[in-house]
C-alpha cells in the first residue's frame, strides 16, 4: 500500500471520580457513520492544531465543558465508514475529567448522554464493546500510577512540541 496522509482524531473517556462514573453519549441518528452508537466524545484535530488542543476543542464543542487530560489510554488506527484513504485515521485516547459533570450540554452530534459506572456500562452496552476495554483499561492504569505522577501529568499535560526535536 502507498505511503499517505492520515487524519488524527481524538476520544475522551470522561470519569468522574466522585461518583465513580464514566460518560457515554449516543449518536445522533442524522450522523452519517455510527449513528445511534453509543461513544464517548470524539473528533478529528484540525490542521494546525495539537492532540490535546483538539482534544479540549471537541468536548467543548460536543459538551459545552472543559475537559482535564488526566493520561493517554493509548492509540488506534481505524476507518471512520468505508475503508478508503479519505476515511483512515490515527487516534488517541485519553482518560479526562470536567469540573462539574451536571454542566454538560449536549449539542446536534448526540441526541443522548448517560453517567454510569463501569458494572452499568458491561450491563448496558454488547459484550465486547469498545468503550468497556477503554474503562477497563483506564482502570488498571490509573491502579498503577503514583499520585505524584498523576500530579505531574496533570501540571504538564502531553505535548512534547517545543520540547525536543
Known sequence: ?????????????????E???????????????GAGSWECPTGRVDQGE?????????????????????FILGTTHFYRGEEIVENELVSV???????????IRTGPEHDE??????????????????IQWVIERAEAMEAGMTPGLQRRLLEEGYEVTGRVM
Open 50 to 70: 495539537s492532540i490535546e488542543e483538539g482534544l479540549i476543542r471537541e468536548v467543548r464543542e460536543e459538551l459545552q465543558v472543559e475537559a482535564r487530560p488526566r
Open 1 to 17: 500500500m502507498p505511503v499517505g496522509r492520515f487524519l488524527v482524531g481524538v476520544a475522551a473517556l470522561i470519569f468522574d471520580p
Open 113 to 130: 448522554a448517560r453517567w454510569m459506572t463501569r458494572a452499568e456500562v458491561a450491563e448496558f452496552l454488547p459484550e465486547r464493546h469498545w
Open 19 to 33: 461518583t465513580k462514573r464514566y460518560l457515554l453519549l449516543r449518536r445522533s441518528q442524522a450522523k452519517d457513520v
Open 93 to 103: 485516547l485519553y482518560a479526562c475529567e470536567i469540573d462539574d459533570p451536571g454542566a
